[in-house]
């Protein structure tokens, strides 16, 4: 004999299968008949409203220009960026090799002995 939450939920799975079943032959007799499926595009772009009035030519010229000296700027700005990056990059990589220069010295300068123990363990190469 079965528990009562397994026969509801056994119930469940059946009125969904049948509510599915019932939905899919719905759709099978709508496509078979011929009735078209509506859909629906937002905002309609059939649509054509009146405006208030329209955009002058001196408007737009000036609209071009504004965005001309906007993009003249960013790009001026992506330059200096660019630079400012290339310099910081230098000094890293200089940096960078002077603590290489510093460490190789270091280590040249420690007794044989020690070099040979870490060259064996792989410590250094």
Do not use: H
């Not at 509510?19 to 009735?35: C, D, H, I, Y």
């Not at 960026?81 to 300068?109: G, M, N």
């Not at 020690?114 to 363990?121: E, H, K, M």
């Amino acid at each position: 004999m079965t528990t009562p939450p397994v026969e509801f939920a056994a119930w469940l799975g059946c009125l969904a299968f049948g509510v599915m079943l019932f939905n899919q032959l719905a759709k099978a007799k709508g496509s078979l008949m011929g009735e078209k499926l509506r859909t629906e595009v937002s905002p309609q772009p059939l649509m054509v409203q009146a405006v208030a009035e329209c955009v002058k030519e001196r408007e737009c010229g000036e609209r071009d220009r504004s965005i001309d000296g906007r993009l003249t700027a960013l790009e001026g700005a992506r330059e200096k960026d660019k630079e400012s990056a290339s310099t910081s990059r230098k000094a890293l990589y200089d940096q960078i090799d002077t603590v290489r220069k510093d460490l190789s010295q270091k280590i040249d300068d420690m007794p044989a002995q020690i070099i040979s123990i870490l060259r064996n363990t792989g410590a250094i190469k």
